[in-house]
């Protein structure tokens, strides 16, 4: 039980008392326990339970209740963590560990990014690629020879040497750069609908970089969350890329 600091040692166990049998289930045995207590104190007599101090079963049990609730409270964070990033969705472990836009995709298709989570490692190559190429002729940029030559090392594996995305915007959007800020609604995964049209040279070297990242199943959610999020088309290029699995039987 506490007493209230700052106050003169008999007025501090007054209200330390007051407050104890006021929280008590039981306040008649309550008031009898510090009774005894108070006597036994006048007479010197403390008893030699209370004169060790907790057993030590008593800090065995307290540690475990600090644990448990640790242990709640480490839950009750990580549930709060989930909602702010998933929204409704529930990935799979697999989709958990891929990083990038992943928590995106999910809320958007949560099938469609369990798919490209769960292929094997060429099939997810072989699909990033693939969504790639399309954005890339899109804008009219796929004969470019070192995006071409970035895609082509990407199917044989090598990406050790990803393309220089600044050289890249410098030369393919020359003079200065201007920004446009988005407005989304939180909790929305869908494309904001009132967006002006994101520049398809844009969402094609976005889409070129994630396909050629070392890790297959980020480049494949990289690729895909990247033409569903920034692309005009997003219906259109979720059933390509479900084409895209089939076809790579994943």
Request: charged fraction near 25%; aromatic fraction near 2%; avoid cysteine.
């Amino acid at each position: 039980m506490a007493a209230a600091v700052d106050l003169p040692p008999a007025r501090a166990a007054v209200d330390a008392v007051t407050a104890l049998v006021r929280q008590a289930g039981d306040r008649v045995r309550t008031v009898g326990d510090v009774t005894d207590r108070l006597r036994a104190a006048a007479r010197g007599t403390v008893p030699d339970e209370e004169r060790a101090g907790p057993s030590d079963a008593d800090h065995a049990r307290l540690a475990d209740e600090r644990a448990r609730g640790a242990q709640a409270g480490a839950g009750a964070r990580q549930a709060a963590v989930d909602r702010l990033t998933w929204g409704s969705a529930r990935p799979s472990d697999r989709l958990r560990a891929i990083p990038g836009n992943t928590a995106w995709l999910a809320q958007h298709d949560l099938e469609l990014a369990e798919r490209l989570a769960g292929a094997e490692g060429p099939a997810q190559r072989a699909v990033a690629v693939a969504v790639a190429r399309r954005a890339a002729g899109r804008a009219a940029i796929a004969e470019d020879s070192e995006i071409a030559a970035a895609l082509d090392a990407a199917v044989g594996g090598r990406t050790d040497a990803p393309p220089d995305r600044e050289a890249l915007w410098r030369r393919l959007f020359p003079g200065p750069v201007t920004a446009t800020v988005l407005a989304v609604e939180h909790g929305s995964p869908g494309t904001p609908a009132a967006r002006p049209p994101l520049h398809p040279v844009a969402v094609a070297l976005d889409a070129v970089l994630a396909a050629t990242l070392p890790d297959p199943a980020a480049a494949a959610v990289g690729a895909a969350a990247t033409v569903l999020l920034a692309g005009n088309e997003p219906a259109a290029e979720a059933a390509a890329i479900r084409a895209d699995l089939d076809a790579a039987h994943a």
